[in-house]
């Protein structure tokens, strides 16, 4: 069965079209990543997954229920954790986690057992205010607040924005322990790094999907030939390999230049050529969801 | 090209007996794109605002843009360049008069402000733009924006806050193009974050934590140092036996 | 569900007020620095006014009446002054009001009091740049200088309940209809709409707990430190500013009741159009005190405003409730004489909460 079924779903404020005719589903058990920037429409579509917005047009069922006929049914089956951190700063931690288990009418003794690998991690800290908390811990915290319903389907935005890399890693081993547990994720992020981390993603930007399938099977559709250049002086190399004849593109890449070339790129010919450039480096690379998601943009 | 830039020696800062800034030491050049990392509270707001000249450290020494730190912090404030990805521009003005203002605070002349910012325009072929309000701008567009006003004043050094976060991978590649145009011609850049695929796009970076810098080189010899594929690892593998966090 | 998650939210709210010491305490002391502040500061009493006469014949007469003046406490008689020395006195401040006899006043006293009309026979002249004290000080000035039997004739005027005109009577209605709407709808709309702007609320409606359940548990804590409000401006304004209450307190306690459920319903209401916490305080600080302060009649009489703020002023509550309020406090009305002010209340508290419970949508738009 699927956990999430989107059918053309469509979303406007005023002229701007947040969403525009999304259509996919998210298997049960399955951890799906949301990636694109800010504007693509992510949190729009989490809303109108929640319950909180009406879609324009279209169609969406969560757990089973129709996102607009069964609203209160999806609301006691979800849990969800919005963008903002939204626990009470001014409740302790164990104070934050009571209230939202009593807002669910449940006990935290029972669900205890499923949040307790990720509750424990705050536990010493139980009589904090959440507001004195770090990011990770906060972290941490809200997704504990979001599971203690036992929920079916487990909606983050941007769990991750804001957080550091050691924080940012916890937080995806805890998703994979949860999806052990057969809840189903749908989660989403900014960043293309954490693409790999997810059994399936979609790629979206300014409401739109520009493509999903699995991390994998993405990048495997890059085909194009990709280069990676580096020479001391990245900015002239830049502008030197965009004349080249048989390249389509060429744009910074972390420490080297990504170089998206034609079967007319003769890299030999180029090698010789840039050599002249002090420490020249130049290598195949291979493709990354990043890359992908420049092409498919440019498209 | 080997002037310096920024040299900070034996830089503290404590509050109380917090000591949020544990004796650092590094030089920046002349354009060079530094990347100052760190973990959140591992004290790399606090180390800014110092080299900002917002606050004034407790012991040691530093000079940026040729100003001493301990006390010429006016004078550094008006010689640097600062965007945060949070504030810098007004969303209610437009596209010409964040720039007259920006213009202004830097006490530009009338013919400065004009041909600066017809040539600022140009080069980010926003001319058609403005009259255009800055809230009305998508997000990209105005990190690009406010990253070109704050050198309207052709600062030695620039400041940047996280600045491309939340931007689709295409808007982000022009940004760094930017900034590596912007470096070319001399000018320094200083980047703070804690995402590190911003930091793989530094000439060096530095790794703080728990106060004080861990590690300092270029992220190529990091990663080869620590056996890393990214500097995502690197981080984390420095970062992980951090006692604080904010 | 059921009441066990109420409860929680009942005990969440009460949290954040305790938490929230700093507004706990303005809150609380903002109804007592009005009470003091209205009851002894600002006053619009008579007191200590210094008064000179012009009498070009100090007869029996005048001379019993200036004495009777002289005693009283409110005035101090500063001495006898010439016609032409008026204009300077008033204008340099020595005196707050001239009183000038007639040189017949003795005669035409008589006349008066055997009940053949005459023309005024004394003139009171008054510093004017403080209305509300010049008026006071007049009516008062009158009062005192000519005995009843010769008022009843000569002025039109009486002045009943409160003859000394003492403020504090008259502002500790307007006071009470103003710090419960700052208290009750300032304080729920504004823990509304934070927790908007936070993105608590988000969450809170991502759960099967019905809106109307998040509100009345809102509600409740304020609804108990506003009655502790209540209580406290009772006790200041029978024991610190004396006033008589002699309408009996519970009425006034019950009909305040009915103004707080009103005020935190306007809260709600408020809560329902506002996005942000500064919105909420800007509406309910604007919006609503301004028309409590102009047109509730806390200030100014509603029969001295122009008709058009005279219709206007029958939407405002503060209006109804003030001046039952005051019948009850000072004219020692029950709370049944009073029963076309709470039937309008309690119909506008049903229709704020009808209203208020309709806006607040289950979703974000």
Known sequence: MEAIVIDNLSKSYGKVKALDNVSFSVRNGELFGLIGPDGAGKTTLFRLLTTLLTPDSGSAKVAGWDVVDDYLAIRSCVGYMPGTFSLYQDLTVEENLN?????????????????EPIYKQIEPFKNRRAGKLSGGMKQKLALSCALIHRPKVLFLDEPTTGVDAVSRSEFWSMLADLKQRGITILVSTPYMDEASLCDRIALCNEGRLLGLDSPHQLVASFQSPLWAIRAKNMYALLEVARRFEGVTECYPFGEFHHLVVTDAFDAEKFARQMNRCDDFVMCEAHPTIEDLFIKLMKR | MNEVVISVRNLTKCFGNFTAVNNISFDVLRGEIFGFLGANGAGKTTAMRMLCGLSFPTSGSGSVAGFDVMKEGEQIK?????????????????????????????????????????????????????????????LGWKQKLSFAIANIHEPKVVFLDEPTGGVDPLTRRQFWELIYETAEKGTTIFVTTHYMDEAE??????IM?????????????????FAAESMDEVFRVIARGAKRCD | MGFSNFFAFVKKESLHIIRDTRTMLIVMCIPILLMVLFGFAI??????????????????????????????????????????????????????????????????????????PVKPIIQIIVDASNVNTAGSATLYLQNVLLDKASQQMLFETRLLFNP???????????????????????????????????????????????????????????????????????????????????GGVGGIFLLSLLYLVLSLSLGLLISTI????????????????????????????????????????????????????????IQGLSLLDVWKNCLILAGMTLMLIVVSLKKFNDKLE
């Open chain 1, 99 to 115: 209230f939202f288990a009593a807002l669910f009418g449940a006990s935290v003794r029972d669900s205890y057992e499923l949040v």
């Open chain 2, 78 to 138: 008006q010689h640097i360049g600062y965007m945060s990805q949070r504030f810098s521009l007004y969303n209610d003005l437009t596209v010409g008069e964040n720039i007259q203002l920006f213009a202004g605070i830097y006490n530009l002349s009338k013919a400065q402000t004009e041909q600066r910012s017809c040539q600022l325009l140009e080069r980010l072929n926003f001319s058609s733009e403005r009259n255009t309000l800055v809230g009305a701008l998508p």
């Open chain 2, 201 to 206: 796009y530094c000439s060096r970076v530095s």
């Open chain 2, 209 to 225: 934590v728990d106060g004080e810098v861990r590690a300092l080189d270029t992220p190529r010899n990091l990663k080869r140092e």
């Open chain 3, 43 to 116: 006053s619009t009493e008579v007191n200590n006014v210094n008064v000179a006469v012009v009498a070009p014949n100090r007869t029996d007469g005048v001379e019993e009446a200036v004495d009777k003046m002289a005693r009283n406490n409110y005035f101090s008689f500063i001495g006898y002054i010439d016609n032409s020395e008026i204009d300077k006195y008033l204008r340099s401040g020595k005196v707050g009001a001239v009183v000038v006899f007639d040189k017949d006043f003795d005669r035409y006293l008589a006349h008066s009091l055997n009940g053949i």
């Open chain 3, 164 to 246: 000394q005109m003492k403020s504090a009577y008259n502002f500790v209605p307007g006071i009470m209809g103003l710090v419960f709407i700052l208290v009750c709808a300032m304080m729920t709309s504004v823990s509304i709409v934070r927790e908007k702007e936070v993105g608590t609320m988000e969450v809170l409606l991502v759960s099967p707990v019905r809106p109307f359940k998040i509100i009345f548990a809102k509600m409740i804590p304020y609804f108990l430190i506003s009655c502790i409000v209540l209580i406290l401006i009772l006790l200041l304004a029978r024991y610190l500013l004396d006033v008589p209450m002699s």
């Open chain 3, 274 to 329: 506002a996005e942000t916490q500064v919105a909420a305080l800007l509406i309910s600080a604007m919006v609503m005190m301004m028309p409590i302060l102009m047109l509730s009649g806390m200030l100014f009489p509603i029969e001295n405003l122009p008709t058009f703020f005279q219709v206007v002023s029958n939407i405002v509550p503060a209006r109804w409730y003030i001046d039952a309020i005051r019948k009850m406090m």
